[in-house]
């Protein structure tokens, strides 16, 4: 073993100057990746001999500003803003109103023998929500397009409904809510709403943060009883505007 007088010291000037404790270790701010962590080590002159000069010294310290500003503004970024949320929230709650009542136009129609389909009954949404749509300042092509997956997500669902009913032999419902009556003054009644709520969306900024807050929030807000295509197929026009918005 070498005398203790021929172990060179340790070098002293990291620690004193730039003492990390645990409780500020920047992998705790906002989730950072592995690849910064290292940036992260080499700027702080973990590595041995990293600070040769006072210029090398500076520069790094430059370096670890700018890296820690950026990774605070990609943290911020990651999360919708505040008035953002609610505003998906209700438009969430109406889609899931919406496809709630697809089980009661399926039993509705399992009685009366009347097919899924319905192309009269759309057409009368359809030129109802370009209306009520141009009224309230939202792009008709774009609610048209909403509209049409709320149908084909509604669709969906009665049709998973009767193939399952048809291979169990499932007999006629007991008191089944009337399309006239009951069902149809409901969708009408939710047609308005959700227009609304499209005009309120389509006010907020729509970038990358307000598509991973859809996927989310969908999961738990949105039950379509089916393991969740036709949630994904109602979504799709808001999730297709975000990436469209966020590409200009």
Known sequence: MAPRWMVP?????????FNVRPEHDATRRGGLDESFV???????????GSFTSVFHFTLRAIILVILVLGAAYQARSAEPADDARPVVD????????????????AKAKWN????????????????????EAT???VDASFALEFFRHQFDASKLIQHRLHDRW????????????SLAEDIRPKLDQLTPQLIESLRDFKRITVNASIRRYIENRS???????IGGEAREVALRPLLETSVLNESF
């Open 135 to 137: 009224r309230a300042g």
């Open 166 to 177: 048809q291979r169990t032999k499932h007999p006629p419902f007991d008191a089944p809510p």
């Open 38 to 48: 290292t940036l992260w080590s080499i700027v702080m002159g973990v590595e041995r």
């Open 112 to 131: 009366s023998g009347d097919p899924i389909d319905a192309p009269a009954r759309e057409a009368k949404i359809v030129d109802r929500v370009v209306v």
């Open 9 to 17: 010291a340790a070098p002293m000037m990291c620690q004193s100057s």
């Open 219 to 225: 999961e738990t807000l949105i039950n379509d009883g």
């Open 90 to 105: 209700h438009l969430l709650k109406l889609v899931d109103e919406r496809l709630a009542i697809a089980s009661d136009v």
